[in-house]
């Protein structure tokens, strides 16, 4: 044992955690301060355990005496049981009541019924998101890899607090994960829809990015992940946001309409409209920066219904309670998209280089684009409705 280290432990008849070394709890054990009953957390074995039971019984007066401790560790137990009933009927009875869920989570984790801790914990989680004192206690009684599961645990750091992260994250699993990718967008332009194609496949995969680091990770997922699950991480995806850009068309398509009819200009088509109207381009992009990418974060983070999920409702309702996090988030994926426009528009006429550096350019900003959106997902996840 590390002498450094300090121990949880828990008093009998006490509520109140105090930290010690393993030589300093030694020393109250020889001094008969600490009894056989007292409770001990256990980080490398990660559990609770009453002192009767490690080896700090060696030093417990009653035990040396050859005293028989179960009684204490026995009445110890039946107390925590009776106080984890009362526990359960509170929370029952006041159900939003948060302090009565977390006392019950602590209370199971003393006992060893770490499920119920683990639900307790998550129903705090679910109601108070990266509650304090929910996420301490959860890291106190987990391990690393217990803690993935919870969801809402710690609220990532938004992307513009790290930039130099945000610029590096794309090569942060290796040169590859550009490359290729690249080299694919490439080819697709000599293939008749292939840019169609080409847009289908960087949106998967910006889609992919975003869902894996909404949990914290700060690189792209592995290529392999998508096909772990494909109805749930390509298929659901793909067919739900298809449905939102049509969704989008019918806006535009009506927004456009009513602005030709104002103009009296009704003959003409919608498309030689939009390319011959500034202010229509610029509103165009407008509607598509601020709906589609709130779009993206509802289809990723709501597990409802497909009808709840594709309602532009719920979709602005969701945008209003973001706040200024969703409009930072958007005013960075555009900033990040804007080299890439210009970069096109400087090179996309140059045979063949042209759209070898294009397809760079957008291989590399998708990663980027995919964390921005990870990180609203992670910080704002539990306002979607």
Request: a neutral charge.
């Amino acid at each position: 044992m590390t002498t450094a280290t300090l121990y949880y432990v828990l008093r009998e008849g006490s509520t109140r955690e105090e930290q010690w070394t393993w030589q300093e709890i030694e020393d109250l054990c020889r001094s008969g301060e600490l009894s056989a009953a007292v409770r001990i957390f256990l980080p490398d074995e990660d559990r609770w355990a009453v002192l009767g039971e490690t080896r700090f019984a060696e030093y417990l007066p009653e035990t040396s005496q050859g005293s028989n401790s179960a009684g204490p560790v026995d009445e110890e137990r039946a107390r925590v049981e009776n106080e984890y009933k009362a526990a359960l009927e509170r929370a029952i009875e006041s159900p939003d009541t948060l302090e009565f869920q977390l006392d019950a989570g602590v209370l199971a984790a003393q006992l060893g019924h770490r499920d119920e801790a683990r639900a307790h914990f998550q129903t705090v989680l679910h109601r108070y998101p990266y509650h304090t004192g929910a996420a301490q206690e959860v890291k106190r009684r987990f391990s690393k890899a217990e803690q993935k599961v919870f969801r809402y645990l710690d609220r990532p750091e938004p992307a513009w607090d790290d930039l130099a992260e945000l610029a590096t994250m794309p090569l942060a699993r290796g040169p590859l994960y550009v490359a290729v990718p690249a080299v694919v967008l490439a080819v697709l332009t000599w293939v008749p829809f292939g840019g169609f194609i080409g847009a289908v496949l960087l949106w998967l995969w910006l889609f992919q990015i975003m869902e894996y680091t909404a949990r914290g990770a700060a690189r792209p997922p592995e290529w392999n992940r998508s096909f772990a699950d494909p109805l749930r991480k390509l298929l659901r995806p793909a067919l739900l946001m298809s449905v939102v850009v049509v969704q989008w068309g019918v806006v535009i398509a009506g927004g456009t309409k009513l602005a030709m009819m104002v103009q009296g200009r009704g003959g003409e088509s919608l498309w030689v409209f939009l390319s011959r109207s500034p202010v229509a381009l610029v509103a165009t992009g407008i509607v598509a920066a601020v709906y589609l990418p709130a779009a993206m974060v509802s289809i990723g983070g709501f597990t409802g219904s497909v009808a709840k999920t594709l309602d532009p409702r719920r979709l602005v309702r969701t945008i209003i309670r973001m706040e200024h996090e969703y409009i930072y988030s958007v005013g960075l994926v555009a900033a990040i998209g804007l080299p890439v426009v210009v970069l096109r528009a400087l090179v996309g006429g140059i045979p063949v280089a042209g759209a070898i550096i294009s397809a760079a350019a957008l291989a590399y900003a998708a990663p980027m684009w995919g964390l921005v959106l990870g990180k609203l997902l992670g910080r704002t996840g539990h306002l979607i409705e």
